[in-house]
């Protein structure tokens, strides 16, 4: 009887599928945000491993762990769940999470998104990726499918969970009862980070793609190279009118650059960003993202 209380009581006192959403959002924004703000200042971890093993790799997975865990381990809840009043309980008994279960949140809330955009990254720009990557890929679309279904059963109050993950683990989400118990500094420094979730919005925002190109970009388009600049060699091997500036060969499947303005061949532009990350002309830092199809009519 006392079980089955406990579990009405969570029916009746979990958030809205809107409340969770805001809170998953706001959770991810932390790992680009920070990701923009180490890379400003020049923050990662590059050292030799073993032999010709290197590792060159971002802080930012690690600090979003430690601000993970420690929201777990204060008030039960993420940092985005924290914000918005949201605590994890687990379903049958409403009692807050046990240290391996804040381990265990921390971790998944880290980690899966961390794969997932690596996966994605290195599958946009490579041609040729292991049969695991391509299987793991898959496993995140069958994760987000099964993720949109259990949000709808949650949405039609059929579901105590809204997420395969926090059914797995046995937790649901609801209002707190009554306020965390924690000290005085500790409220202070955890409402300094909430606060900052603001700041965390418009860096988020700042960086964009779509908005910097709302505002200009950041690069002016550079001027046409005059002929009394060019260099004699590469006089004799400028391209004619229609050709890749790359292979000096009539243009196939033209792809402009965003960023400078110039037209190539698509296999060429992506080969070559492959390698230098640059504009071949200009010399300005572009990525796929940059490249725009040209279709004639």
Known sequence: ?????????????????????????????????????????????????????????????????????????????????????????????????????????????????????????????????????????????????????????YLIKYATSHSPLFRALRLTLRYPSEPPKEDKWTYLFLKLLEVLAFFLQFIQWWYSNDQRRKLGGSLQNPEPLKQSQLSQELQQTEPKRGECPICLLVLQTPTACAVSGYVYCWKCIVTHLKQHGSCPITKYAITLEDLVRIYET
Request: positive net charge.
């Open 1 to 153: 009887m006392a079980e089955a209380a406990n579990v009405r009581q969570n029916l009746q006192n979990v958030p809205s599928i809107f409340e969770i959403s805001a809170a998953e959002t706001l959770d991810n924004l932390i790992y680009p945000a920070l990701s923009k703000i180490f890379d400003y200042f020049g923050l990662r971890l590059d050292f030799k491993l073993w032999g010709n093993i290197r590792v060159n790799e971002e802080l930012s997975p690690l600090v979003t762990w430690v601000l993970q865990y420690l929201y777990l381990r204060k008030r039960a809840s993420s940092f985005g769940e924290s914000f918005y009043g949201l605590q994890r309980t687990v379903t049958a008994t409403g009692a807050l999470l046990s240290r391996q279960q804040q381990f265990q949140s921390a971790t998944l809330l880290t980690l899966l998104p961390y794969i997932e955009r690596k996966l994605r990254t290195r599958s946009a720009q490579h041609d040729n990726t292991y049969a695991w990557e391509t299987q793991l890929i898959n496993l995140f679309h069958i994760y987000n499918a099964s993720k949109a279904a259990h949000t709808f059963l």
